[in-house]
């Protein structure tokens, strides 16, 4: 069973008493910490370093597991008031930041290498501040440690206020799944009390289409997602559930880790919730009146427009043009047949915040214009 402590370590919630729990328990056991950059030091921590067999030079409750899973992985430890705490992966762009230093070259080298380079600029950096968090036995991000930079909008409490809201404006939701990893977390409600109110007009249009199988399957939902360790904001996005992989429809709300944000800013942009709803669903609407000659080029133009991965989007491609028999189509059969490349992908496992990142490309092709990619010559790619 996987560890917190590692950097693979995920967790799916059914229930979202059991979600809350989870992360008023994780802010328990979390420390933010700021400290000046250039005092800052960096050793490599793989097999062959002398810190791999030393567990007195780290930090009280660090693991041996914990360094060994740290020396599989980014393979450095950070030394914090005379301790060394392992460094997670998540934490290793925010350190390059802290540093000032950038490159694909960097992973390339040896982690005595590494660790050299990242000191020589760490030591540089007279006037700054880092704000570190120390998570599961690992530092698991090396922020700004500016007032006015990263702020820190505990997950707990953002669930808190988004659920208080949700129950406000959508009474009768559901929560339907959840899940955390160190680098995201993310949920999904229903709200099945507000499918005429939301989808109406749309379930309209559909049926007149003649997709009223369509319409029998779709439910109004939303997505929150948030990050400790700078990857995302905190958002919530319009969804559409009911088939084989949530559709997402377009952002709605985000507040930004900073700026001096608090989580009493994310509540107060949740009162955009509903029109930002509304209109997501207006654009996923309009597409039903966009028909195209060329589907099938339409399709490879804008799934490579939204840089898709190559051979799974290729596979959705060949999966339509088999289907859809030919002739014209509207940008909204293309948009739906689309759906099918998320489909796959999470069946491969891909990672939750690769797919979250992915959902929001997708959710551009609402506002494309659409004929603009209907090429009569086939699209290379």
């Known amino acids: 069973m996987p560890e917190a402590y590692q950097d693979s370590y995920t967790i799916h919630f059914h229930s979202l008493a059991d979600m809350m729990t989870y992360h008023a328990e994780q802010a328990k056991r979390s420390m933010w910490d700021r400290m000046e950059v250039n005092s800052l030091c960096v050793d490599p921590l793989d097999e062959g370093s002398p810190l791999y067999d030393d567990l007195t030079a780290f930090g009280a409750n660090i693991s ?45 080298l040896r982690r005595n290498a590494l660790s050299r380079t990242l000191n020589d600029c760490l030591a540089t950096q007279k006037s700054a501040t880092a704000l570190l968090l120390i998570r599961d036995q690992k530092v698991s991000a090396v922020h700004s440690g500016d007032m006015k930079d990263y702020s820190v ?19 009768g939701n559901i929560f339907d799944s959840g899940y955390s990893d160190h680098s995201i977390s993310s949920a999904a409600w229903s709200m099945p009390d507000q499918k005429d109110e939301l989808l109406g007009s749309y379930h309209k249009t559909l049926a007149a289409q003649g997709k009223s199988a369509l319409t029998a399957k779709l439910m109004p939902g939303v997505r929150f997602s948030t990050s400790d360790t700078g990857v995302a904001s905190a958002k919530v996005s319009a969804l559409l559930l009911g088939l084989r992989y949530p559709i997402h429809i377009g952002g709605i709300v985000a507040t930004e880790h900073r700026g001096q944000a608090k989580v009493g800013d994310f509540l107060n942009s949740l009162d955009m919730l509903f029109a930002q709803f509304i209109d997501s669903i207006a654009h996923l609407e309009k597409l039903t009146t966009v ?4 589907p099938v080029n339409a399709m490879t133009a804008v799934c490579k427009k939204l840089s898709m991965p190559k051979k799974t989007a290729l596979e959705a491609i060949a999966m339509f043009q088999m289907a859809y028999g030919g002739g014209n189509a509207t940008a909204h059969d293309i948009f739906m047949a689309m759906q099918e490349i998320m489909f796959m992908l999470k069946a491969e496992s891909t990672p939750e915040s690769k797919m979250l990142l992915l959902e929001e490309s997708m959710a551009r092709a609402l506002t494309l214009n659409w004929p603009h990619y209907d090429y009569a010559k086939a699209v290379s790619w």
């Open 153 to 171: 909008l505990p997950i707990d409490e953002l669930m808190e206020s988004l659920k208080t809201k949700l129950d406000e404006r959508f009474p």
């Open 64 to 108: 041996e597991d914990a360094v060994k899973d740290t020396a599989k992985n980014l393979g450095l430890a950070i030394r914090l008031n005379g301790l060394y705490y392992p460094l997670r992966d998540t934490a290793y762009k925010s350190l390059l930041d802290r540093a000032k230093i950038y490159g694909t070259s960097l992973t390339k």
């Open 291 to 294: 028909y195209l000659d060329y």
